[in-house]
């Protein structure tokens, strides 16, 4: 993947891949020739244990875990058991981003209107998270 990538770096600055969330070899080749890989966790108890094996398999591989770039996703700040995985959470992975982004109709409505939030409804909170999660991305980057 690797080699497949290299040439593009002289036409894009970034290139997105989406890959599936289980441990193939796809997410593997992923985990090997991408400068960050975001991670959405749903702040749930299993979204919870398929990270921390995630964190695993990069250990035991020797992937360099600072590459993980983990936000929330599908937050929804009146349940109390969100808040209190993501007070843990953050409280255990000091480096977890701090966006969330939430779990609101504009951002399931993305696969009937064909766009991203930002394009189909650029002043929802969902786009204004998004926003958020971009800079805060951005700001990472820029440090390395």
């Given at each position: 993947?690797?080699?497949?990538?290299?040439?593009?770096?002289?036409?894009?600055?970034?290139?997105?891949?989406?890959?599936?969330?289980?441990?193939?070899?796809?997410?593997?080749?992923?985990?090997?020739?991408?400068?960050?890989?975001?991670?959405?966790?749903?702040?749930?108890?299993?979204?919870?244990?398929?990270?921390?094996?995630?964190?695993?398999?990069?250990?035991?591989?020797?992937?360099?875990?600072?590459?993980?770039?983990?936000?929330?996703?599908?937050?929804?700040k009146r349940k109390k058991l969100h808040r209190d995985i993501m007070d843990h959470m953050?409280?255990?992975?000091?480096?977890?981003?701090?966006?969330?982004?939430?779990?609101?109709?504009?951002?399931?409505?993305?696969?009937?209107?064909?766009?991203?939030?930002?394009?189909?409804?650029?002043?929802?909170?969902?786009?204004?998270?998004?926003?958020?999660?971009?800079?805060?991305?951005?700001?990472?980057?820029?440090?390395?």
């Amino acid at each position: 993947m690797r080699e497949i990538l290299e040439p593009l770096q002289d036409e894009y600055v970034y290139v997105i891949l989406d890959c599936p969330p289980t441990l193939t070899l796809v997410t593997e080749n992923v985990l090997v020739a991408a400068d960050y890989i975001l991670v959405p966790v749903v702040p749930s108890t299993l979204s919870i244990r398929a990270y921390q094996q995630l964190r695993t398999f990069c250990t035991k591989k020797n992937y360099d875990e600072r590459k993980l770039l983990t936000f929330f996703s599908m937050v929804e700040k009146r349940k109390k058991l969100h808040r209190d995985i993501m007070d843990h959470m953050l409280k255990q992975y000091s480096e977890l981003l701090h966006s969330a982004i939430p779990y609101v109709s504009e951002i399931e409505k993305m696969g009937l209107v064909r766009a991203p939030v930002p394009a189909s409804d650029p002043d929802s909170r969902a786009a204004q998270a998004y926003q958020h999660l971009w800079h805060e991305v951005q700001d990472l980057i820029s440090k390395d």
